[in-house]
């Protein structure tokens, strides 16, 4: 596997279901984001992880929880979500402080549909 | 926070030459990025400005005033395969990233 991979690709769940995303960067980057595509608006950013670390929890609801067991390894827990939680969820990863651009890497994203 | 606005859509015809403008009012700048992302596709990374000027890539081309507040994004000699959403996005000091709602492309024959 090469550069920025999640599962699943497509998720539908109800509301009282607990489901997980997965997220894996084989670039050997310090730093992990979770991010939330709905359609006609901006990347929102969730959560960041910089060496493990959480650094940034953008009021994200607590329905919502992240993990990151190690640098390459990022979780999305998820558990009694509401239909407006239905969108795109993209993963990233970057090196942080490094030299060159220190651009974002995206995975393909999950479609998650909450019914 | 970041403010960052773009047009929502644009229209050209193969061939020709299309140009995305993004403004942005932010509380920090350390860079301006452009992201190519095709339907159902993950974003990918086309640009990188820090400095005033142009910065050219093959057919794409971006241009960043800081003082203006202003990018944009050159797409020259436009193919079928450029029909995308073009996504600005401006990352503060703590290297995060505030995205613009995207502006999506569409190539005419």
């Known amino acids: 596997e090469t550069g920025v991979t999640q599962t699943p690709r497509h998720l539908v769940m109800g509301m009282t279901n607990k489901k997980s995303l997965k997220c894996e960067q084989h670039l050997g980057h310090n730093a992990m984001y979770w991010y939330k595509q709905s359609a006609k608006k901006p990347l929102e950013l969730m959560f960041v992880y910089n060496f493990k670390e959480q650094t940034e929890n953008n009021s994200v609801p607590s329905r919502f929880s992240p993990e990151c067991p190690n640098s390459s390894h990022l979780f999305l827990h998820l558990h009694t979500l509401q239909p407006e939680d239905s969108a795109l969820y993209l993963c990233?990863?970057?090196?942080?402080?490094?030299?060159?651009?220190?651009?974002?890497?995206f995975g393909p994203g999950t479609r998650l549909t909450v019914l | 926070g970041q403010n960052i606005d773009q047009p929502t859509e644009m229209t050209a015809t193969e061939g020709a030459i299309v140009q995305i403008n993004c403004t942005y009012q932010t509380s920090g700048f350390n860079g301006l990025f452009w992201y190519q992302q095709h339907a159902g596709e993950a974003p990918t990374f086309l640009s990188y400005?820090?400095?005033?000027g142009l910065e050219e890539k093959g057919r794409f081309s971006s241009f960043l005033s800081r003082s203006k507040g202003y990018s944009y994004l050159l797409l020259k000699e436009l193919q079928m395969k450029d029909s995308a959403s073009y996504l600005c996005a401006v990352r503060d000091e703590d290297y995060k990233l505030s995205f613009g709602a995207g502006t999506t492309v569409t190539v005419r024959a």
């Open positions: 400005n820090v400095l005033d």
């Open positions: 990233a990863s970057s090196q942080v402080e490094g030299s060159g651009y220190n651009e974002q890497f």
